[in-house]
């Protein structure tokens, strides 16, 4: 029987009221309602607070380089497809650094799952402006204010054609573990995009400052609707919306790849003698 327990690990060294905290919380819940054993899931990551979370939990975990999460989940779904993949990463991490992974994995639908703590500032290295930082907004390295736009990750996932795209507050544990679920179970790319708010180095986007912001999506709508989840994913400001933005069906990279018919590459039948016969084809 799957338990809270069996995923507990290390002590976290996260700032007491970091947002982090339940994130990690609704994480465990989640995989504990899918009857996942850790044995059974893979959590990737790259640096960075959130990045950290592998830690303090138990699975199958890779932590990896700066922003590149998502290259090693790919990996390892091509390896073995019929496992879970899981990666939690930061808002510096994967739209910073990882960008371009992050738009590459989009466009092949691999069947990854994507939770970014977006604490709109890198919390890890002391408080510089992320790419989801609101412009204009001061910080240490920034005492001008952030001249660059402000990143809009659900836009750019919407644009992309990307299979699910999601918000959660951090602070609405039930919400987030229920997106988390649903995340898991779509057949395809998932991109939930976590606000959490940084007790240390972000005073703008604090717990009250989302409380009087963040709504739910009302029931009735249609999480299939494309130019309606662009709205969507517009909105922020005075009204934040959480929930699914968007979702469809198409094949994902896995079903595409003719190798992987067969079954998981880590069960096929595996000849060394070949290497050196498909070697020799590059001399």
Not at 27 to 34: G, H, Q, R, S, Y
Not at 134 to 157: C, D, H
Not at 227 to 236: D, G, K, V
Request: charged fraction near 20%.
């Amino acid at each position: 029987m799957v338990t809270l327990e069996k995923y507990k690990g290390q002590n976290p060294a996260w700032c007491p009221g970091c947002g982090n905290f339940a994130i990690l919380k609704a994480f465990k819940e989640a995989m504990v309602d899918l009857r996942l054993e850790p044995h059974q899931i893979t959590l990737v990551s790259g640096i960075g607070q959130a990045a950290k979370l592998p830690h303090y939990t138990r699975c199958n975990t890779f932590n990896g380089l700066h922003g590149r999460a998502l290259p090693v989940a790919t990996g390892i779904r091509l390896a073995n497809h019929a496992m879970p993949v899981i990666v939690t990463t930061g808002d510096g991490d994967c739209y910073g650094e990882g960008g371009n992974h992050l738009m590459a994995a989009i466009r092949r639908n691999i069947n990854v799952k994507l939770f970014v703590h977006d604490n709109q500032i890198y919390g890890l290295t002391k408080g510089q402006p992320s790419p989801t930082t609101g412009t204009g907004t001061k910080a240490k390295n920034t005492p001008f204010g952030v001249i660059s736009e402000q990143f809009n990750p659900m836009a750019l996932a919407v644009a992309l054609n990307c299979g699910f795209v999601a918000r959660a507050f951090a602070a609405d544990t039930a919400h987030l573990s229920g997106l988390m679920k649903e995340a898991v179970n779509h057949n395809g790319f998932a991109l939930i995009d976590i606000l959490q708010p940084c007790v240390t180095f972000n005073k703008v986007n604090t717990y009250d400052w989302y409380q009087k912001r963040v709504y739910h999506i009302e029931p009735e709508y249609n999480p299939e609707d494309r130019i309606a989840a662009f709205t969507r994913s517009l909105e922020w400001g005075d009204r934040i919306p959480i929930g699914l933005l968007y979702r469809n069906n198409r094949p994902t990279f896995e079903e595409q790849v003719p190798m992987l018919a067969a079954g998981p590459l880590v069960h096929q039948d595996f000849d060394p003698s070949r290497i050196e016969e498909t070697l020799r084809e590059f001399y």
